[in-house]
């Protein structure tokens, strides 16, 4: 199974971890941050990056997830 995560870090949230199956969902959430960004209405200390993971449908597939998050 294909996921795909966004790590961003702000200044109101802190780091920030999320993870999608789908890369237009994960596209449109790093847009977003990026014109918020912009706007100075989300203070980005880091800009957003995807990393796309490979991860089995198994027990081990799904603790290995719940770990990485």
Do not use: C, W
């Amino acid at each position: 199974m294909k996921v795909y995560i966004v790590h961003y870090e702000s200044l109101e949230d802190g780091y920030n971890i999320q993870g999608f199956t789908n890369l237009k969902n994960a596209n449109t959430l790093v847009s977003k941050l990026k014109r918020q960004g912009r706007k100075k209405e989300l203070g980005l200390i880091k800009d957003p990056k995807i990393i796309h993971k490979e991860i089995p449908i198994t027990k081990n597939g799904i603790l290995t997830a719940i770990n990485y998050i």
